[in-house]
Each structure stands twice: as C-alpha cells, then as structure tokens.
Nanobody
C-alpha cells in the first residue's frame, strides 16, 4: 500500500524559498519515477519536477533554475527545493509516484501516468 505524505508548504514572500518534503511508505521510491506537481487555481495540474531511478532529473523549461528535486533513499523521502518564488507559484503541491517500476528514460510523464498521490501541501507566495 503506497502512501505519500507531503509537508513543508506555507506562506512566503516574493523572492523567498521553500523546501517541500514527501515521505513515502509502501515501497522504495528509488525504484520508481517520482514527481512533484502543482495545482494552481483555474489551471490544470502540471508537472514541476521529476526524478528517475538513476537520479536523472527533469524540469519543465518554465521552472528550470528555480526548482530542484532530490531523493533520500535512506529516508524514502522526496524533496522539492523552490527558490525565487513568485505569486504565480501559489497553489497546492503534490508528490506522485508512477505505478510501474522505473525501466529507463526520463520521468516527465503526464499526470495520468502517475498512479499514487499525496494529499498536497499549500504554497502561498505574496
């Protein structure tokens, strides 16, 4: 049974930083594609960062340089570091795990290809 629990969200001023965490249970996350997504009001859920089983990371062009995804296998925890935050980054942030074990390639999959989701953590930038 996969369970993902996010934390670390909050309110931050423009230009500030946040570090989100996602503690996973059920299996070793290093075996799977893992991703961070966000739901901004009035927009579809979108990918923020992805990490593959070989630690290769992928980011959408719009966020490159401002976000960093990392994984701690010993703690079975996924992280998202966000810097230079802007009001447009305000939204609910989710971590997600693909349903199948990683089998090569990057992990920039669509929302539908991620099967397990946390409850989300709210980020507000003002």
């Amino acid at each position: 049974h996969v369970q993902l629990v996010e934390s670390g969200g909050g309110s931050v001023q423009v230009g500030g930083s946040l570090r989100l965490s996602c503690v996973a249970s059920g299996d070793i996350i290093g075996r799977y594609c893992m991703g961070w997504f966000r739901q901004i009001p009035d927009k579809e859920r979108e990918g923020v960062a992805y990490i593959a089983g070989n630690d290769v990371t992928t980011y959408p062009d719009s966020l490159k340089g401002r976000v960093t995804i990392a994984r701690d296998d010993a703690k079975n925890t996924l992280y998202l570091e966000m810097n230079n935050l802007r009001p447009g980054d305000t939204g609910m942030y989710y971590c997600a795990q693909a349903g199948r074990t990683w089998n090569g390639g990057d992990c920039q999959y669509s929302v539908q290809q991620y099967d397990y989701w946390g409850q989300g953590t709210q980020v507000t930038v003002s």
